[in-house]
């Protein structure tokens, strides 16, 4: 028979375990299961993870300036007027070039990278970008013979090759992304273990205790937290990582070894808008873009305003799942409204201003607006060039910094649910709600688009290649190696299935409680 304890048991004996030496670390790990076994599987232990997942945030000790590069010591100058007047949007299609036609290209593309990217010193400045160009160009010149014509996709997947250095997955090449996606999500949901108070791992079915995995007594590397169908707390084998897993894992048990198949776990893009959804046992509150449009119903006062209901509810669902992103400051003002604060994880916003980025910001905004989005007045008056005396003697930063702000939440469990297209926007409102008391992040990892924004939209004058090139940096630290991985979930599951499972863990919760009483 198994009996449930508290979270808080769980983590003083957890504390208690790491003062043992080794050796009888080695000795109570060798020892036969015992008759009863000690374990939390609902919400209270749950947000002890989520927890521990949070130990790492924020940092604290970084220099921003090392990222920024300083425009006062570049040699070179941005491109002229005239120059700047070949790079606007002409709405052609791609077409083919002549070698000399596409090594002009490379270094139009070298220039306006210089002075628009707000990551060019991130992604290592002269030194990275110049290899890159010249690199390219050699290339070509080896490949083609004066006159030959190369096509359009020959010239983006050159571009791509030598450019993917690049960490940014808001950086794009004619649509395609540059940044490489390596990561890939290997899960068996069909095999579930509980953990107990000691650490140990029990399969749900047998109560048998997990030896080791491949041989392996560290059995942690190849499992991951997730939720039952019932709503419980348990462990899967899972690998989250660029690097392929072993298909098949050896189980080995008390009394059973069993041959476990990981299967490559990937959500689908799902379409819908955003709005508040109570029909389920639990209301769920989706959020599926943060651009706002001229001919939709939804706006973001209407959606602030039924966002009001959750002030009462003691468990409610963030949807963040197939949110491609848009303007932040949709989450900045819901978080005021609904905690009373201004988030903040002490992260900075820095936008470059130049010229360059002038002669193409006013046709970006042009773009949106004729596709029906309404425009944001925050990023108009903040990420536009409002203010600013054109031309400029020299591109300029701005910096906004956001200290950290914990966001206190006593009276409700919140859950988040992700998946690999939460990205941009949608990925900073994850970030800040990992600073929010008792949320719980659930699904996949997010997109891995957390550190650029901004994005201006120009062309390569003799290819019509168009380029989508952030101006803004948002920077903290502990994102940057995040760049096209994403935040990790507390508790991963294909995103599809989250909200019938928070029902059953939610369902579960309210029946002790119940009991208690």
């Given amino acids: 028979m198994f009996k449930r304890v508290t979270g808080a048991a769980v983590l003083l004996t957890l504390t208690a375990c790491t003062a043992l030496d080794e050796e009888a670390a080695e000795e109570i790990t060798d020892m036969e299961p ?18 521990e997942n949070r130990a790492g945030d924020p940092a604290d000790d970084f220099n921003v300036d090392d990222y920024l590069y300083d425009y006062s010591e570049a040699e070179d100058e941005e491109l002229s007027k005239e120059e700047l007047e070949n790079i606007r949007l002409s709405g052609d299609a791609p077409m083919s070039a002549e070698p000399d036609q596409f090594i002009e290209d490379l270094h139009y593309f070298h220039s306006v990278l210089k002075y628009q990217y707000a ?9 990275a ?8 160009i050699e290339e070509i010149e080896k490949k083609y013979a004066p006159g030959e014509t190369i096509s359009p996709s020959i010239m983006e997947e050159t571009i791509r090759e030598h450019y993917s250095f690049i960490r940014d997955t808001h950086f794009t090449v004619n649509g395609s992304l540059v940044t490489p996606k390596d990561h890939r999500l290997y899960m068996n949901g069909d095999i579930l273990f509980y953990k107990t108070e000691e650490g140990r791992y029990i399969h749900t079915g047998t109560g048998e205790t997990l030896k080791h995995i491949n041989g392996d007594r560290s059995v942690e590397d190849y499992l991951l937290p997730s939720l039952s169908e ?3 707390f348990v462990y899967i084998p899972g690998h989250f990582s660029d690097q392929e897993p072993e298909k098949d894992l050896e189980i080995t048990m008390d009394e059973t070894v069993k041959e476990v198949g990981l299967s490559w776990t990937s959500a689908s893009y799902t379409t819908g808008e955003s709005g508040v959804d109570t029909s389920g046992e639990i209301p769920v509150f989706a959020l599926k873009d943060f651009f706002f449009y001229e001919d939709s119903d939804v706006t973001a006062e209407g959606l602030m305003k039924e966002a009001e209901m ?12 197939s949110n491609p992103g848009g303007y932040p400051e949709f989450a900045i003002d819901w978080h005021r409204q609904h905690f009373g604060i201004s988030p903040g994880f002490g992260d900075y916003m820095l936008y470059l201003y130049s010229n360059t980025g002038y002669a193409v910001y006013e046709e970006t905004e042009e773009y949106y607006r004729s ?11 903040i990420g536009g060039y409002r203010g600013f005396i054109m031309p400029l003697e020299e591109p300029r930063w701005t910096r906004m910094y956001s200290a950290y702000r914990r ?9 988040v649910i992700t998946d690999e297209y939460t990205a941009s926007a949608a990925e900073f409102m994850t970030q800040v709600m990992k600073h929010v008391d008792n949320t719980i992040i659930i699904g996949t990892s997010t997109a891995g688009a957390l550190n650029s924004g901004g994005a201006l939209l120009w ?8 380029m989508s090139v952030p101006s803004a940096f948002n920077y903290h630290p502990e994102n940057l190696a995040q760049e096209g991985i994403g935040l990790e979930p507390d508790l991963w599951l294909h995103p599809g299935d989250a909200v019938s499972r928070i029902e059953a863990l939610v369902s579960r919760e309210k029946e002790e409680e119940n009991e208690v009483r």
């Fill in 407 to 415: 966001a206190e939440n006593e009276d409700s469990v919140i859950f």
């Fill in 230 to 232: 019932d709503g419980e």
């Fill in 119 to 127: 990551l060019y010193g991130a992604n290592g400045g002269d030194e």
């Fill in 310 to 321: 959750f002030e009462d509810e003691p468990y409610w669902i963030l949807d963040l799942t």
């Fill in 371 to 381: 596709r029906g989005v309404v425009e944001d007045p925050f990023w108009s008056q």
């Fill in 129 to 136: 970008f110049e290899q890159a160009r010249d690199q390219a």
């Fill in 34 to 51: 015992e008759d009863e076994h000690h374990y939390e599987t609902g919400i209270g232990r749950i947000l002890s993870l989520a927890g």
């Fill in 459 to 466: 062309e390569l004058p003799n290819t019509n290649l168009v």
